[in-house]
Protein backbone atom coordinates (compact mmCIF):
# COMPACT_ATOMS: atom_id res chain seq x y z
CA UNK A 1 0.00 0.00 0.00
CA UNK A 2 0.74 3.92 -0.25
CA UNK A 3 -1.06 6.65 1.27
CA UNK A 4 0.27 10.40 0.46
CA UNK A 5 -1.98 13.64 0.34
CA UNK A 6 -5.20 12.14 1.82
CA UNK A 7 -5.51 9.01 -1.07
CA UNK A 8 -4.90 5.43 -0.20
CA UNK A 9 -3.23 3.53 -2.97
CA UNK A 10 -3.73 -0.41 -2.51
CA UNK A 11 -3.48 -3.42 -5.04
CA UNK A 12 -0.44 -3.83 -5.88
CA UNK A 13 0.76 -4.26 -9.93
CA UNK A 14 4.17 -4.09 -10.61
CA UNK A 15 7.45 -2.67 -9.22
CA UNK A 16 9.88 -1.22 -11.57
CA UNK A 17 13.06 0.61 -11.16
CA UNK A 18 12.97 2.26 -14.85
CA UNK A 19 11.77 5.74 -14.28
CA UNK A 20 10.17 5.84 -18.09
CA UNK A 21 7.81 3.92 -16.66
CA UNK A 22 5.91 6.86 -14.46
CA UNK A 23 5.81 8.56 -18.37
CA UNK A 24 3.38 5.22 -19.08
CA UNK A 25 -0.12 5.19 -17.19
CA UNK A 26 -1.35 4.77 -14.05
CA UNK A 27 -0.81 6.38 -10.65
CA UNK A 28 2.60 5.13 -8.68
CA UNK A 29 4.22 5.44 -5.47
CA UNK A 30 8.08 6.45 -6.04
CA UNK A 31 10.50 5.55 -3.31
CA UNK A 32 14.32 6.66 -4.59
CA UNK A 33 17.25 5.93 -1.99
CA UNK A 34 20.07 9.12 -1.90
CA UNK A 35 22.42 5.95 -3.15
CA UNK A 36 20.15 5.36 -6.42
CA UNK A 37 17.76 2.61 -6.30
CA UNK A 38 14.84 3.77 -7.63
CA UNK A 39 11.34 1.90 -6.71
CA UNK A 40 7.94 3.01 -8.63
CA UNK A 41 4.75 1.00 -7.74
CA UNK A 42 1.78 0.47 -9.33
CA UNK A 43 -1.23 0.18 -8.08
CA UNK A 44 -4.93 -0.66 -9.04
CA UNK A 45 -7.38 1.52 -6.36
CA UNK A 46 -6.55 4.84 -5.58
CA UNK A 47 -9.28 6.28 -3.93
CA UNK A 48 -9.52 9.38 -0.51
CA UNK A 49 -8.76 8.24 2.63
CA UNK A 50 -8.16 10.70 5.56
CA UNK A 51 -4.83 10.40 7.58
CA UNK A 52 -4.27 7.14 9.16
CA UNK A 53 -5.46 6.77 12.50
CA UNK A 54 -3.05 6.15 15.47
CA UNK A 55 -3.42 2.36 16.55
CA UNK A 56 -0.80 2.05 19.28
CA UNK A 57 -0.92 -1.49 19.86
CA UNK A 58 0.34 -2.15 16.07
CA UNK A 59 3.47 0.04 16.93
CA UNK A 60 5.94 -0.94 19.27
CA UNK A 61 9.03 1.28 19.11
CA UNK A 62 12.66 1.14 20.21
CA UNK A 63 13.40 2.06 23.36
CA UNK A 64 14.51 5.77 23.66
CA UNK A 65 17.84 5.36 25.07
CA UNK A 66 18.08 2.55 21.99
CA UNK A 67 19.28 4.60 19.29
CA UNK A 68 22.81 4.63 18.07
CA UNK A 69 24.08 7.05 15.38
CA UNK A 70 26.32 6.46 12.48
CA UNK A 71 28.26 9.31 13.81
CA UNK A 72 28.73 10.37 17.49
CA UNK A 73 29.02 14.52 18.64
CA UNK A 74 32.72 14.07 18.48
CA UNK A 75 32.60 12.73 14.96
CA UNK A 76 30.55 15.05 13.45
CA UNK A 77 32.34 17.83 15.10
CA UNK A 78 35.07 16.94 12.96
CA UNK A 79 33.20 16.54 9.71
CA UNK A 80 32.13 19.92 10.07
CA UNK A 81 35.33 21.36 10.83
CA UNK A 82 36.85 19.25 7.72
CA UNK A 83 33.91 20.92 5.40
CA UNK A 84 35.13 23.87 6.60
CA UNK A 85 39.17 22.98 4.97
CA UNK A 86 37.26 22.33 1.93
CA UNK A 87 35.43 25.54 1.95
CA UNK A 88 38.97 26.99 3.15
CA UNK A 89 40.51 25.61 -0.24
CA UNK A 90 38.31 26.67 -2.85
CA UNK A 91 36.97 23.26 -3.34
CA UNK A 92 32.81 23.70 -2.14
CA UNK A 93 30.83 26.10 -0.65
CA UNK A 94 28.41 23.85 1.27
CA UNK A 95 27.92 20.95 2.18
CA UNK A 96 25.01 19.07 3.67
CA UNK A 97 26.79 16.06 6.13
CA UNK A 98 24.12 13.88 7.79
CA UNK A 99 23.81 10.99 10.00
CA UNK A 100 21.75 8.14 10.53
CA UNK A 101 20.19 6.98 13.77
CA UNK A 102 19.24 3.50 14.03
CA UNK A 103 17.45 1.02 16.95
CA UNK A 104 16.09 -2.09 16.64
CA UNK A 105 12.34 -3.02 17.32
CA UNK A 106 11.70 -4.85 20.29
CA UNK A 107 9.46 -7.29 18.60
CA UNK A 108 10.59 -8.97 15.54
CA UNK A 109 6.52 -9.22 14.19
CA UNK A 110 5.63 -7.07 11.59
CA UNK A 111 2.10 -7.10 13.38
CA UNK A 112 4.00 -5.14 15.99
CA UNK A 113 5.84 -2.37 13.89
CA UNK A 114 3.70 -1.40 11.22
CA UNK A 115 4.58 1.61 9.35
CA UNK A 116 1.74 2.51 8.99
CA UNK A 117 0.64 2.78 12.35
CA UNK A 118 4.26 4.93 12.99
CA UNK A 119 2.81 6.97 10.01
CA UNK A 120 -0.52 7.47 11.89
CA UNK A 121 1.77 8.14 15.02
CA UNK A 122 3.56 11.18 12.96
CA UNK A 123 0.66 12.59 11.76
CA UNK A 124 -0.78 13.54 15.30
CA UNK A 125 2.35 14.81 16.54
CA UNK A 126 4.13 16.10 13.80
CA UNK A 127 2.05 17.13 10.52
CA UNK A 128 3.64 17.76 7.59
CA UNK A 129 2.73 18.92 4.61
CA UNK A 130 4.23 16.05 2.08
CA UNK A 131 3.33 12.83 4.82
CA UNK A 132 3.14 9.46 3.38
CA UNK A 133 3.60 5.84 3.63
CA UNK A 134 4.90 2.77 1.39
CA UNK A 135 4.91 -0.44 2.25
CA UNK A 136 5.83 -3.17 -0.11
CA UNK A 137 7.70 -5.27 2.55
CA UNK A 138 8.41 -7.87 -0.40
CA UNK A 139 10.22 -4.97 -2.13
CA UNK A 140 12.41 -4.41 1.13
CA UNK A 141 10.42 -0.28 0.90
CA UNK A 142 8.80 0.03 4.11
CA UNK A 143 9.03 4.00 4.73
CA UNK A 144 6.70 6.52 6.97
CA UNK A 145 8.11 9.92 5.79
CA UNK A 146 6.29 13.57 7.76
CA UNK A 147 8.39 15.59 5.56
CA UNK A 148 8.19 19.43 5.10
CA UNK A 149 10.06 19.61 1.68
CA UNK A 150 9.49 19.29 -1.56
CA UNK A 151 11.60 17.98 -4.10
CA UNK A 152 9.37 18.28 -7.16
CA UNK A 153 6.59 19.25 -8.18
CA UNK A 154 4.81 18.27 -11.66
CA UNK A 155 1.62 19.91 -13.72
CA UNK A 156 1.47 18.45 -17.37
CA UNK A 157 5.07 20.44 -18.49
CA UNK A 158 5.26 22.94 -15.48
CA UNK A 159 7.73 21.55 -12.91
CA UNK A 160 8.87 23.19 -9.09
CA UNK A 161 11.16 22.63 -6.54
CA UNK A 162 10.91 23.67 -3.09
CA UNK A 163 14.57 23.90 -1.39
CA UNK A 164 14.70 24.56 2.37
CA UNK A 165 17.72 26.14 3.65
CA UNK A 166 18.01 27.58 7.42
CA UNK A 167 16.54 26.15 10.44
CA UNK A 168 15.94 27.19 13.65
CA UNK A 169 13.52 26.99 17.22
CA UNK A 170 12.20 30.26 16.57
CA UNK A 171 12.43 33.06 13.64
CA UNK A 172 14.70 35.53 15.45
CA UNK A 173 17.58 31.76 15.66
CA UNK A 174 17.72 32.35 11.80
CA UNK A 175 21.16 34.06 10.77
CA UNK A 176 22.82 36.07 7.87
CA UNK A 177 24.47 32.37 7.30
CA UNK A 178 21.29 30.46 7.19
CA UNK A 179 19.68 33.24 4.11
CA UNK A 180 23.43 32.76 2.04
CA UNK A 181 23.13 28.88 2.98
CA UNK A 182 19.42 29.41 1.01
CA UNK A 183 20.44 31.51 -2.08
CA UNK A 184 23.01 29.22 -2.35
CA UNK A 185 20.93 25.91 -3.21
CA UNK A 186 18.73 28.23 -5.15
CA UNK A 187 21.00 28.98 -7.68
CA UNK A 188 22.06 24.73 -7.73
CA UNK A 189 18.34 23.73 -7.85
CA UNK A 190 18.03 26.77 -10.75
CA UNK A 191 20.85 24.95 -12.48
CA UNK A 192 19.73 21.33 -11.94
CA UNK A 193 16.18 22.28 -12.99
CA UNK A 194 17.65 24.12 -16.25
CA UNK A 195 18.99 20.75 -17.65
CA UNK A 196 15.73 19.48 -18.55
CA UNK A 197 13.99 22.58 -18.98
CA UNK A 198 13.56 25.14 -21.41
CA UNK A 199 15.78 27.28 -21.70
CA UNK A 200 14.27 31.23 -20.17
CA UNK A 201 11.73 29.45 -18.44
CA UNK A 202 12.99 29.13 -14.64
CA UNK A 203 12.11 31.36 -12.33
CA UNK A 204 12.47 31.73 -8.79
CA UNK A 205 8.67 32.94 -7.25
CA UNK A 206 9.33 32.68 -3.77
CA UNK A 207 13.03 33.64 -2.00
CA UNK A 208 13.57 32.98 1.93
CA UNK A 209 10.13 32.75 2.88
CA UNK A 210 9.77 31.39 6.56
CA UNK A 211 7.68 28.37 6.82
CA UNK A 212 6.77 27.39 10.82
CA UNK A 213 6.64 23.79 11.74
CA UNK A 214 6.30 21.67 14.51
CA UNK A 215 9.12 22.98 17.15
CA UNK A 216 10.98 24.84 14.10
CA UNK A 217 11.22 27.08 11.71
CA UNK A 218 12.48 26.46 7.83
CA UNK A 219 13.58 29.10 4.93
CA UNK A 220 11.75 28.19 2.07
CA UNK A 221 12.31 28.60 -1.94
CA UNK A 222 10.57 28.12 -4.80
CA UNK A 223 12.31 27.27 -7.93
CA UNK A 224 9.88 26.88 -11.24
CA UNK A 225 10.72 25.69 -14.97
CA UNK A 226 9.02 24.48 -18.01
CA UNK A 227 10.17 21.36 -19.37
CA UNK A 228 11.70 20.74 -22.57
CA UNK A 229 10.46 19.10 -25.33
CA UNK A 230 11.41 15.14 -25.22
CA UNK A 231 11.95 15.39 -21.56
CA UNK A 232 9.99 13.62 -19.07
CA UNK A 233 10.73 11.88 -15.92
CA UNK A 234 14.11 9.65 -17.03
CA UNK A 235 15.68 13.38 -18.13
CA UNK A 236 14.23 15.35 -14.62
CA UNK A 237 15.23 12.64 -12.22
CA UNK A 238 18.43 12.75 -14.39
CA UNK A 239 19.09 16.47 -13.83
CA UNK A 240 17.77 17.00 -10.30
CA UNK A 241 18.90 14.26 -7.92
CA UNK A 242 20.08 13.73 -5.77
CA UNK A 243 17.85 17.13 -4.52
CA UNK A 244 20.01 19.94 -3.87
CA UNK A 245 19.25 21.22 -0.73
CA UNK A 246 20.63 17.75 0.82
CA UNK A 247 23.82 17.79 -1.00
CA UNK A 248 25.69 21.17 -1.27
CA UNK A 249 27.25 23.29 -3.92
CA UNK A 250 28.81 22.61 -6.03
CA UNK A 251 27.23 19.05 -5.82
CA UNK A 252 29.47 16.86 -7.40
CA UNK A 253 32.15 18.37 -5.18
CA UNK A 254 29.96 18.31 -2.21
CA UNK A 255 28.86 14.18 -2.63
CA UNK A 256 32.36 13.20 -3.19
CA UNK A 257 33.15 15.24 0.52
CA UNK A 258 30.13 13.50 1.49
CA UNK A 259 30.86 10.14 0.67
CA UNK A 260 34.86 10.38 2.56
CA UNK A 261 32.97 12.09 5.48
CA UNK A 262 29.75 9.96 6.19
CA UNK A 263 30.02 6.53 7.45
CA UNK A 264 26.43 4.83 6.77
CA UNK A 265 23.99 5.10 3.74
CA UNK A 266 21.86 7.32 3.77
CA UNK A 267 19.09 4.75 2.18
CA UNK A 268 15.60 6.85 1.61
CA UNK A 269 17.03 9.06 3.87
CA UNK A 270 17.76 12.65 1.26
CA UNK A 271 16.74 10.70 -1.25
CA UNK A 272 13.03 11.29 -2.80
CA UNK A 273 9.20 9.37 -1.57
CA UNK A 274 5.97 10.61 -2.96
CA UNK A 275 3.52 9.68 -5.69
CA UNK A 276 3.44 9.92 -9.81
CA UNK A 277 -0.10 10.36 -11.45
CA UNK A 278 0.92 9.48 -14.87
CA UNK A 279 -2.85 9.80 -16.19
CA UNK A 280 -2.89 13.32 -15.31
CA UNK A 281 0.92 14.18 -15.77
CA UNK A 282 0.58 14.99 -12.28
CA UNK A 283 3.65 14.29 -9.30
CA UNK A 284 4.37 15.59 -6.06
CA UNK A 285 8.16 13.83 -4.86
CA UNK A 286 8.84 14.84 -1.42
CA UNK A 287 12.74 15.42 -0.09
CA UNK A 288 13.21 12.44 2.14
CA UNK A 289 14.17 13.86 5.15
CA UNK A 290 11.87 13.76 8.05
CA UNK A 291 11.91 10.15 7.36
CA UNK A 292 12.14 6.81 8.97
CA UNK A 293 12.43 3.09 7.69
CA UNK A 294 12.48 -0.27 8.28
CA UNK A 295 15.14 -3.21 7.76
CA UNK A 296 14.28 -6.36 8.07
CA UNK A 297 16.99 -7.86 6.26
CA UNK A 298 17.34 -10.04 9.28
CA UNK A 299 14.03 -10.12 10.34
CA UNK A 300 14.48 -11.69 14.07
CA UNK A 301 16.08 -8.14 14.09
CA UNK A 302 14.60 -5.63 12.47
CA UNK A 303 15.47 -2.19 12.54
CA UNK A 304 14.20 1.66 12.31
CA UNK A 305 16.35 3.79 10.94
CA UNK A 306 15.84 7.83 10.77
CA UNK A 307 18.61 10.44 9.12
CA UNK A 308 19.03 14.27 10.37
CA UNK A 309 21.67 16.72 9.21
CA UNK A 310 22.65 20.21 8.47
CA UNK A 311 24.05 22.14 5.84
CA UNK A 312 28.09 23.24 6.71
CA UNK A 313 29.23 26.90 5.35
CA UNK A 314 32.17 28.66 6.11
CA UNK A 315 30.47 30.66 8.93
CA UNK A 316 29.08 27.31 10.04
CA UNK A 317 29.53 26.97 13.87
CA UNK A 318 30.35 23.04 14.49
CA UNK A 319 28.25 22.95 18.11
CA UNK A 320 25.75 24.63 16.62
CA UNK A 321 25.21 22.27 13.72
CA UNK A 322 25.23 20.09 15.98
CA UNK A 323 22.32 20.85 17.50
CA UNK A 324 20.64 21.94 14.68
CA UNK A 325 20.48 18.12 13.78
CA UNK A 326 19.68 17.18 17.45
CA UNK A 327 16.80 19.75 17.25
CA UNK A 328 15.65 18.18 13.80
CA UNK A 329 15.46 14.17 14.91
CA UNK A 330 14.17 15.30 18.72
CA UNK A 331 10.47 15.26 18.39
CA UNK A 332 10.25 12.30 15.84
CA UNK A 333 12.55 10.25 17.20
CA UNK A 334 10.44 10.73 20.59
CA UNK A 335 7.17 10.02 18.62
CA UNK A 336 8.89 6.78 16.94
CA UNK A 337 9.93 5.74 20.69
CA UNK A 338 6.62 6.15 21.83
CA UNK A 339 7.08 9.46 24.31
CA UNK A 340 4.44 11.50 24.56
CA UNK A 341 5.08 15.32 22.33
CA UNK A 342 3.19 17.85 23.21
Same mark, same amino acid.
Given at each position: ?????????? !????????????????????????? !???????????????? %????????????????????????????????? *????????????????????????? %?????????????????????????????? !??????????????????????? %?????????????????? *??????????????????????? @??????????????????????????????????????????????????????????????????????????????????? @? !???????????????????????????????????????????????????????
Amino acid at each position: MARFGGRLAT !GLCEVTDDPAALETDGWWAVAYDFE !GRLSCARFAEVHPDPA %PTPVHQLWRGPRPDSWHSSLDRAGYLAGVRRIR *EHIAAGEVYQANLCRVLTAPLPDPD %PAHSDIEALAGLLALGNPAPFAGTIRLPEH !GVEIATASPELYLRRDGRTVASG %PIKGTGRTEHDLLEKDHA *ENVMIVDLVRNDLGRACATGSIT @VPDLCVVEKHPGLVHLVSTVEGTLREGAGWPELLSATFPPGSVTGAPKSSALRIIDALETAPRGPYCGAVGWVDADRRRAELA @V !GIRTFWIDRSNPETPRLHFGTGAGITWGSEPEREWDETELKAARLVAIASGEHVH
